[in-house]
């Protein structure tokens, strides 16, 4: 059974970092894209980062370009969220989120976390 | 920037059908943007109902089907039930790994 069980998750100061991980089990976690969506309070869902199974391609929404930094440990099985320089339009609850990529076949997030909630706030 | 656009809101009867619809706020949605659609319900994860157009994920009964009408993604939901009342969202890939979520739709089954 594929589950994934995000944490990390708090309140921080505006200009702040935190980082959230990702545990994945059942399923082999390197072969797979992974991503991170988010929704914040009240509203829709946002993609905000996805990476490929080695950690080598990167993808990011433009709101977090710069400032937020998805990565990976496959030894681990784990995903990771480094925010930097944190702003109130961050809070939000944060899904880890499996990702099938296909070039021919297929797009779509199939497996989601029950996502930990970031506060931005002083 | 590209908008992918929903209907804010729908209601339909028990029993009754609705299709909800994924558009561009510029040009058409066809199948080369590999629409999927989401389920969500107040305090729970999204639960992934149907990729590539028209593909039932796993556990996805045959009530809900996708299809592309017009210049439009479509979900169409046959036979409405209660616990169908939920938010429904769709996603379009841009490509270059950038995937787009339309704002969401809250479907009312009364």
């Known amino acids: 059974e594929v589950q994934l069980v995000e944490s990390g998750g708090g309140l921080v100061q505006p200009g702040g970092s935190l980082r959230l991980s990702c545990a994945a089990s059942?399923?082999?976690?390197?072969?797979?894209?992974m991503s991170w969506v988010r929704q914040a309070p009240g509203k829709g869902l946002e993609w905000v980062s996805s990476i490929n199974g080695t950690g080598a391609v990167t993808k990011y929404a433009d709101s977090v370009k710069g400032r937020l930094t998805i990565s990976r440990d496959n030894s681990k099985n784990t995903l990771y969220l480094q925010m930097n320089s944190l702003r109130a339009e961050d809070t939000a609850v944060y899904y880890c989120?499996?990702?099938?990529?296909?070039?021919?076949?297929?797009?779509?997030?199939?497996?989601w976390g029950q996502g930990t909630l970031v506060t931005v706030s002083s | 920037q590209t908008v992918v656009t929903q209907e804010p809101s729908f209601s339909v009867s028990p029993g009754g059908t609705v299709t909800l619809t994924c558009g561009l706020s510029?040009?058409?949605?066809?199948?080369?943007?590999?629409p999927s659609w989401y389920q969500q319900t107040p305090g729970q994860a999204p639960r992934t109902l149907i990729y590539s157009t028209n593909s039932r994920s796993s556990g996805v009964p045959d009530r809900f089907s996708g299809s592309i009408l017009g210049n439009k993604a479509a979900l169409t939901i046959t036979g409405a039930q209660a616990d169908d009342e939920s938010v429904y969202y769709c996603?379009?890939?841009?490509?270059?790994?950038?995937?787009?979520f339309g704002g969401g739709t809250k479907l009312t089954v009364l």
């Open positions: 059942g399923f082999t976690f390197s072969g797979y894209w």
């Open positions: 989120v499996r990702w099938r990529y296909s070039s021919t076949l297929w797009y779509y997030f199939d497996y």
């Open positions: 510029s040009g058409s949605v066809s199948t080369s943007y590999y």
């Open positions: 996603v379009l890939y841009m490509g270059s790994g950038i995937s787009v």
